[in-house]
């Protein structure tokens, strides 16, 4: 029977080795050579890492402040949003009153102006009926004057930009577009549908400037 011989593994190569075999089979001037690159391989790689770092930091600063500025956009629409809906109920409690009889142009005309005097952003208040005509008004004294609405005036299509009619074919609050040519000097309408017996019979008119609704409807810290 013959002898069988184990054949053994061969020895995994050490690769601190074969570097320093590699190492010593270059000539010194090659040495050299790869013994001046290292410092300058080394800068790079530092100056790499740094770069990298920055770029990283100054995106992770860039997201932070859109988010800022998308929060405070956010906070600041729900704060206008909030301060019109409330002006859009002081005007339909008038609606309300001048559809159920309560009060006559002389008492709209009183409360028009205590609503104007208590919210600096509202300029005039008109009473208008399905005609157009203007039952009763109160304006500003910083209204500017085509704001004036003299009692038995007769509106425009185009002085509403379509917001009255709006009004009374859908029956509920409508908003005007900014209206003006100077943006310092835009107003903002908004008509508040008067009914009777079911018909439409004209429109509580609020109108309100754009100016005055971004000062004080606006965040103090926003716009500071």
Do not use: C, H
Request: glycine share 4%; proline share 7%; hydrophobic share 40%.
């Amino acid at each position: 029977m013959k002898n069988i011989r184990e054949i053994q593994p061969s020895e995994v190569a050490n690769p601190v080795k074969w570097w320093r075999q590699w190492w010593q089979r270059q000539p010194a001037i090659r040495q050299d050579r790869f013994a001046n690159l290292t410092p300058v391989a080394a800068v790079v790689l530092f100056m790499a890492a740094i770069a990298s770092a920055f770029w990283y930091l100054r995106g992770e600063e860039l997201e932070r402040e859109q988010e800022a500025v998308r929060r405070d956009v956010e906070y600041a629409q729900q704060r206008l949003r909030l301060r019109l809906l409330e002006r859009q109920e002081q005007l339909m409690r008038l609606a309300r009153e001048i559809d159920n009889r309560e009060i006559d142009t002389e008492e709209f005309t009183f409360q028009a102006e205590t609503l104007v005097s208590q919210f600096p952003e509202l300029l005039a208040i008109s009473w208008v009926d399905g005609r157009r005509n203007v039952q009763a008004s109160y304006a500003s004294p910083s209204a500017p004057p085509d704001l004036i609405r003299p009692t038995g005036t007769t509106l425009s299509p185009a002085e509403t930009d379509g917001s009255f009619d709006l009004a009374r074919d859908l029956r509920q609050p409508i908003y005007s577009r900014p209206m003006g040519n100077n943006p310092r000097n835009a107003t903002l309408m908004l008509q508040v549908p008067l009914t009777e017996q079911g018909r439409f019979n004209g429109t509580v008119m609020g109108e309100y400037s754009v100016d005055g609704l971004m000062r004080f409807g606006m965040p103090p810290e926003i716009m500071a």
